[in-house]
């Protein structure tokens, strides 16, 4: 099973098609997430319930709960206690939610993925991210935006990224999961939006249909470019040296370290 702090490319399965379930989890994903919530109408709430399950796959399952605060999040932290899930998306998530959920969620050792979707939220990140039993941030972009009255836009949200990144390595977390790319008849805005992620130091995507899998983790997988410079990096020497007209001293080499680790680790 891939650690949780490996997760690139986590795909979304609505919590009331059991017969997706096994789909998704044969498709190149690294996990999948049961979604009890955005997918799901309140009239399917307790059907959605009814038909948990994470025996379908050797992959890490998650789950998505209704945000606290909704009349379906109690029922929703009750059905899961029973199930092994690798661990809970929570929406909405603000700090004393976070808390409150969290020492629910560490009774059953099961970690927690705070979804920063609301001013809010991202107002408290660091203080999310420093929670004992939070795995990792995930970026809710499209319900930031409507919490703003802002346009979902690169430019915009650079500022909200950023911080959710630094956040993390405040932390000591692995970096923050992006939220989803709507769009699902052209897989290149999915690709170019991870690799714009990837770029700020984010670490995964979302991904809401199969095809958009393998253009996310292709983009978080390091190229086959930059594994070669790091090692020519790494087998560069000691000190100060030149290397394609460019200085190489220890902060390059540190960074030729994470590309390489990443790629023994992906």
């Known amino acids: 099973m891939v650690a949780l702090d490996l997760i690139r490319a986590p795909l979304f399965v609505p919590a009331n098609r059991?017969?997706?379930?096994?789909k998704a989890a044969a498709s190149q994903t690294d996990a999948v997430i049961l979604d009890l919530e955005d997918a799901v109408g309140p009239e399917q709430k307790d059907k959605a319930r009814s038909q948990l399950r994470c025996d379908f796959t050797q992959k890490p399952v998650l789950v998505r709960v209704n945000a606290c605060g909704t009349p379906w999040h109690e029922d929703d932290m009750a059905a899961i206690s029973t199930f092994p899930f690798a661990g809970i998306i929570l929406p909405k998530a603000e700090d004393p939610?976070?808390?409150?959920?969290?020492?629910?969620?560490?009774a059953r050792k099961m970690p927690l993925f705070p979804l920063i979707e609301t001013a809010r939220g991202l107002a408290?990140?660091?203080?999310i991210a420093a929670h004992a039993g939070v795995?990792?941030?995930v970026f809710g972009s499209i319900d930031f935006c409507a919490d703003l009255g802002c346009e979902h836009r690169r430019k915009i949200l650079l500022p909200a990224r950023s911080e959710l990144v630094l956040a993390s390595r405040l932390a000591g977390r692995a970096g923050p999961i992006d939220g989803v790319t709507a769009r699902l008849d052209d897989c290149s805005e999915a690709r170019t939006d991870a690799?714009?992620?990837?770029?700020l130091g984010m670490t995964?995507?979302?991904c809401i249909h199969p095809r958009q899998v393998p253009e996310v983790l292709l983009c978080f997988a390091?190229?086959?470019?930059?594994?070669?410079?790091?090692?020519?990096?790494?087998?560069s020497g000691d000190g100060a040296v030149a290397l394609d007209g460019a200085m190489i001293?220890?902060?390059?080499?540190?960074?030729?370290?994470?590309i390489i680790a990443a790629m023994s680790k992906g």
Not at 97 to 106: D, Q
Not at 249 to 258: H, W
């Open 124 to 127: 408290q990140a660091r203080n």
């Open 222 to 235: 390091p190229s086959a470019w930059a594994v070669d410079w790091a090692r020519r990096v790494l087998d």
């Open 18 to 22: 059991p017969e997706r379930f096994a």
């Open 135 to 137: 795995q990792r941030l």
């Open 97 to 106: 939610m976070v808390g409150a959920t969290l020492s629910r969620a560490g």
């Open 204 to 206: 995964g995507k979302l």
């Open 249 to 258: 001293d220890e902060p390059v080499r540190l960074r030729a370290r994470q």
């Open 195 to 199: 690799e714009h992620a990837c770029a």
